[in-house]
């Protein structure tokens, strides 16, 4: 039955992030999104706490993006790993995770994917309530309306595919 449920709640996001419930907005005719950027350090003095606010500007992160810090993992190799989740005026952008890798209390390495330069709007267009319903309706889903997922605001990497999706 919990199988069942976490189907359930995959399948209503993929529906949620692929139907018309999203909204969309030109970010740029060039593809921004960094993927998997992996470099090492050029500041050798800098932690996990201050790594974003030194290198933001180099990694071309808009004003209005922010790095949350989602996981600390401690490694046998005396290094701390920091995943950090990418967002946009208080939304996550999906799948945008960027890892810094600190040993000794300094970062060394870090990679991961970003968006530069997001540009969204994130107003929608529909409520949470709305959304959920499209999705029941779309999946005609009518035995599992007590086992349905909380929707919760997230942004579909907005360079790819030139456009911006805000989606629940």
């Known amino acids: 039955m919990a199988a069942r449920k976490l189907l359930i709640a995959f399948v209503l996001q993929f529906i949620f ?4 419930i999203s909204q969309s907005k030109r970010v740029s005719n060039v593809y921004l999104a960094e993927k998997f950027h992996h470099f090492a350090n050029p500041d050798a003095t800098l932690d996990h706490q201050h790594y974003f606010g030194k290198m ?25 790993h920091f995943k950090y989740q990418q967002l946009h ?13 600190e040993k000794a209390g300094k970062v060394v390495t870090a990679n991961g994917r970003y968006s530069p ?37 997230c942004l579909i990497d907005p360079a790819f595919p030139k456009m911006s999706r805000l989606c629940y």
């Open 89 to 101: 005026r208080a939304i996550p952008i999906f799948g945008n995770i960027y890892i810094l890798h």
């Open 117 to 153: 330069q997001v540009n969204a709007d994130t107003n929608p267009s529909l409520d949470a309530e709305t959304a959920l319903k499209l999705a029941q309706y779309a999946m005609q889903a009518t035995t599992y309306e007590n086992h349905l997922p909380t929707p919760s605001l």
């Open 56 to 80: 933001s500007a180099d990694m071309g992160l808009s004003v209005s993006s922010e790095m949350d810090l989602k996981q600390t993992i401690v490694g046998e190799n005396g290094y701390t």
């Open 17 to 20: 992030c692929s139907l018309a």
